[in-house]
């Protein structure tokens, strides 16, 4: 008989199920054994009698052993388990478990680092369960938003030659007789392929950055969704685009996991409305200071600091009810060199803040190449990037783009720091298990 997920077993009918032991009650004359897959729960019920067969095994047994069961499922009124339970005639060890090393005394809830130490112990519980299958049906989401929409995923190298765009530190690694770099991003390549003339491609890949920062939204690893299409009047299409996926994607989190969410997180997932509310930087600071009192130091002005991002949550939702704030304006210093720029040399971009915290930078690109290469010397960027405005030298067509970061939005759906919302962290000092 073939092993069928506790979802799918069918009632009245002989089954085969296998998973891990959640709880274990040997008594003397019964043994109830709560069985977990990762679909679902179901008490199995042993007559002692009926299957002395039985006892040396179920002497074994500890919490979180794996067993596979073969036996009648039957309806119950007794059982609080979804009033079913299955009484098996087959009774299989597959594995069994020793002590968990990251059980609390009750009341008390283990270290964090401790759980990440163990992280494949820690992943088993319904919070975590539901966590990445949610993060798994919002990324589907997204990807079935886009192709609908004609746009085709690619997959692009994370071991380049030159140190990438952006301020963030670059990890350096050994490439046979030379140095290479882990990407910080895949902007260069999404961008050489809007060269290409493939007009619309997205892409979900690891991202890297060599920062020493320790707050909850950091990560020196973590998992970027890029899209960048082609053809584009403006930055707001690009804006436009975002709402549109991320509003989509939320509503098919809404649809399949909300109320599961609201069980076991006891979150409410909020699809937002559209439009989203816009304002420009500076815009920003002046509400900022009127309603909450908070002035940013004027060298400071050009970029959104920790604090303002932070307040965002509250203006947003003071002042246009919503969770989400794209923010505008910012200085060409505080933007890349590839952001194309209006007639007042403001780059032509924003920032996307949900929640307090950016999940995106967005913009349309520079793609005449003489003003791209002018406004990389500008940044004192020149032979590193040479490989990446050789791009734009054979005609470019206007395009535009930006990247989410996956965990972060997971983060924020279910309000969790970055370490409980990345199936596996790595920062500054972990690079375990």
Known sequence: MKRV??????????????????NLRNK???????LRDVSGKIQVTIEKEKHPEFNELLEKLTIDSVIEVEGLV??????????????????????????????????????????LDYRWIDLRTDKNT?????????????????????????HTPKLIGAESESGAGVFKVEYFDRFAFLA???????????????????????VFRAEKFASRKHATEFTGFDLEFSYIESYKDVMHLEEEMLTYALQAVKDKYG????????????????PFPVIDLHDLYDELEKRYGYKVPESEKGDLTTEGE??????????????????TGYSKENRAFYHMRDEKGVPCGYDLIWKGCEITTGAQR????????????????????????????????????????????????FNEGIKESMFIFRGPDRLNP
């Open 259 to 274: 109320e599961e969410i609201k069980r076991v997180y006891d979150i409410d997932v909020v699809v937002p409305t559209m």
């Open 74 to 115: 039957v309806p119950s009124e007794y059982v609080k388990l979804n009033h079913m339970e299955m009484y098996p005639d087959k009774l299989e060890i597959m594995s069994i478990a020793e002590p968990s090393p990251i059980v609390a005394p009750k009341g008390e809830e283990t270290n964090i680092d401790l759980r």
């Open 5 to 22: 997920q506790i979802k799918d077993l069918k009632l009245n009918e002989v089954n085969k199920l296998a998973g891990f032991i959640e």
């Open 310 to 327: 932070r307040l965002c949550q509250k203006f947003s939702m003071d002042a246009y009810g919503h969770e989400f704030l794209f923010v």
């Open 366 to 413: 520079e793609h005449r190449y003489e003003i791209l290469k002018a406004q990389a010397e500008e940044k004192g960027l020149g032979e590193d990037v040479k490989f990446y405005l050789d791009f734009f030298r054979y005609g470019c067509p206007p395009h535009g783009g930006f990247g989410i970061g996956v965990d972060r939005i997971t983060m924020l759906i």
């Open 130 to 154: 539901l966590m990445f299958k949610v993060q798994s049906h919002f990324i589907n989401a997204c990807r079935e938003f886009l192709n609908k929409r004609d746009f085709t995923e690619i």
């Open 184 to 206: 910080q991003s895949p902007q260069f390549y999404k961008q050489m392929a809007m060269a290409a003339g493939f007009e619309r491609i997205y892409e979900s890949g690891p």
């Open 28 to 34: 003397k004359t019964m043994c109830f054994i709560v």
